[in-house]
């Protein structure tokens, strides 16, 4: 699924895109959690330092996507530029980035993800197996949305 907002032809509204996702929350939990986006998308970004917790974690990732601005001349940079400043927040930066790139990649797609970032990807699925490249992880992806 996508994230989305009711008018695609206005400005991509972060903020709103999470909130849709309240809905999908325990009603006892919204308000809750309608806090915690309204304390992420004003900051600062010392607040969720250190973000080790899931929670600041994602506020801090929150933080830094709306607090990037998409460029006119290439609107799915963003994309990059947002995850350079997730990683900048520092502390747990490799959850803050999870998160945040979580969230971009469901707004802009794997085409928004530079080949020179892609060809660093690789991994094995168990020790002395064949390593595994970003298309394979793609290609594995899609069989289990298929599956």
């Known amino acids: 699924?996508?994230?989305?907002?009711?008018?695609?032809?206005q400005a991509f509204d972060w903020e709103a895109a999470v909130r849709n996702?309240?809905?999908?929350?325990?009603?006892d939990r919204r308000e809750?959690?309608?806090?915690?986006i309204a304390e992420a998308v004003t900051g600062p970004p010392g607040l969720f330092n250190p973000n080790g917790w899931v929670v600041t974690a994602f506020q801090a990732a929150?933080?830094?996507?709306?607090?990037?601005?998409?460029?006119?001349?290439q609107p799915s940079d963003h994309l990059c530029e947002a995850l350079v400043a997730a990683v900048r927040v520092g502390?747990?930066?490799?959850t803050v980035?999870?998160?945040?790139?979580?969230?971009?990649?469901?707004?802009?797609?794997?085409?928004?993800?530079?080949?020179e970032w892609l060809?660093?990807?690789?991994?094995?699925?168990?020790?002395?197996?064949?390593?595994?490249?970003a298309s394979d992880l793609e290609?594995?992806?899609r069989n289990t949305v298929l599956a």
Do not use: C, F, K
């Open 97 to 115: 980035a999870a998160i945040a790139g979580a969230l971009l990649g469901a707004r802009w797609g794997t085409g928004a993800i530079p080949d």
């Open 62 to 73: 929150l933080l830094a996507i709306v607090n990037t601005s998409e460029p006119q001349e």
């Open 21 to 27: 996702g309240l809905q999908h929350v325990a009603e």
């Open 119 to 133: 060809n660093l990807i690789h991994g094995d699925r168990r020790r002395g197996s064949t390593q595994m490249r």
């Open 32 to 36: 809750r959690w309608d806090a915690l």
């Open 1 to 9: 699924m996508y994230i989305t907002t009711d008018d695609p032809d």
């Open 91 to 94: 502390n747990d930066t490799d």
């Open 139 to 141: 290609q594995l992806a």
